[in-house]
């Protein structure tokens, strides 16, 4: 185990919170789904109700137009992985697969975690494991709560082209990807240097 690994955790959690509280903020300020019950914890976590094919579970206010041309905040639901990927896969196929894939990356990150020693050349590997599992856990909070990941970071470009919504989540998980593949990079140029000096 590395010596900081109270590290992780900060990290981990923080992305977490981050995530699942702007989320509530979304689901309170975007969408009719406290309306009824009020905004709180158990409404929060309390499942969405049915919607029909193709329409969302809760009802979607207006967006909050950032800039005009290029980002808004806007209530999206995905049923899928970050940026909509495997949503067309049929309901009962993707509940499982997502919570198989979901608790094995868990398991992954925080056995990749184990194997750290704290060595200065781990730094991408100490931003980056957290970060991913931080984003991991947080889309996965959405799925068992409502079966669906809240997304909101709306990017587009003159309406005429757009990225798929997404969450902090999402972001955290990309960051943290590219900084493990960072990682990978480093520590093996590391590696090779000390064999050619052997």
């Known amino acids: 185990m590395p ?10 959690v923080s992305v977490l ?10 689901l309170d300020r975007l969408t009719t789904a406290f309306d009824a019950n009020g905004a709180s914890v158990g409404a929060f976590f309390g499942g969405a109700p049915d919607a029909p094919p193709g329409a969302f579970h809760f009802r979607t206010k207006q967006a909050v137009v950032v800039s005009e041309s290029f980002f808004r905040l806007s209530y999206a639901e995905n049923p ?14 993707r509940g499982p697969l ?12 925080s056995w990749y975690i184990t194997k750290l020693t704290g060595a200065k050349n781990e730094v991408f590997a100490r931003w980056g494991l957290p970060l ?10 959405d799925r068992l709560a409502r079966g669906f990941v809240v997304d909101f970071l709306d990017f587009h470009w003159f309406e005429k082209a757009s990225w798929p ?6 972001s955290a998980i990309v960051v943290g990807v590219g900084l493990l593949l960072i990682d990978s990079f480093v520590r ?11």
Do not use: C, M
């Open 188 to 198: 093996k140029e590391v590696k090779a240097g000390a064999k050619a000096l052997a």
């Open 165 to 170: 919504a997404f969450n902090v989540a999402d």
């Open 98 to 109: 997502f919570h198989v894939v979901s608790i094995g990356a868990v398991i992954l990150l």
């Open 132 to 141: 991913v599992l931080g984003g991991a856990v947080g889309n996965y909070v």
């Open 3 to 12: 010596k900081n690994a109270w590290w992780f955790a900060v990290v981990a």
């Open 80 to 93: 899928g992985a970050a940026f909509g990927l495997f949503a067309r896969v049929p309901d009962h196929l």
């Open 17 to 26: 919170v981050l995530d699942q509280g702007t989320k509530f903020l979304v």
